[in-house]
């Protein structure tokens, strides 16, 4: 993990590793995205404070001691790519009009939106799977991109297991 800072202080240059403590503020989020403001390639940045008298090395050679007031470094995390498709409005087409296909049409599907409204939603069974699907999230939008979700709201994580994940629980101890 890469650790930058405003005083030029690297995480390598903490002097009181064993005792960091650390504040790190809320990001600031974007009312129509509902994301970090500083989102790029799924990560964002926010200022941590370290907790007072933890020292660190500057670049010069000199001990810095912080006071509690000083932001020690930046801490990445994640955040998702959006790109205007509504969790809320995809569920609610879904649960009113998904009989017609008016969901499939608003994610990007339109051949299985045509099929839905021909064959009335599947006979109504199509509709009540793709309200399932389209509620645990497991349909999005077709760009690939994630629904944009309230950023304290009920988001999914998808986990998945794939060669890189099993290396690294082989090499962690």
Do not use: H
Request: proline share 5%; with cysteine; net charge neutral.
């Amino acid at each position: 993990m890469m650790w930058t800072t405003a005083i030029n202080c690297s995480w390598d240059n903490i002097l009181s590793k064993q005792q960091l403590m650390y504040v790190c503020k809320e990001p600031k989020i974007d009312d129509a995205t509902q994301e970090p403001e500083n989102c790029k390639d799924r990560l964002a940045w926010v200022e941590c404070l370290p907790a007072p008298n933890i020292s660190c090395r500057l670049s010069n050679g000199t001990q810095f001691k912080f006071s509690g007031e000083e932001v020690g470094f930046n801490k990445s995390i994640p955040c998702r790519n959006v790109s205007g498709y509504s969790y809320k409005v995809a569920l609610a087409l879904s649960l009113f009009l998904g009989w017609i296909g008016a969901d499939r049409f608003y994610l990007g599907y339109p051949a299985l939106g045509l099929l839905k409204f021909c064959t009335v939603g599947f006979c109504g069974i199509g509709s009540l799977v793709d309200f399932m699907l389209i509620s645990m999230q497991i349909v999005g939008p077709s760009d690939g991109s994630d629904y944009i979700v309230d950023y304290y709201g009920a988001r999914l994580t998808r986990l998945t297991i794939t060669n890189e994940t099993y290396r690294r629980k082989q090499l962690s101890p």
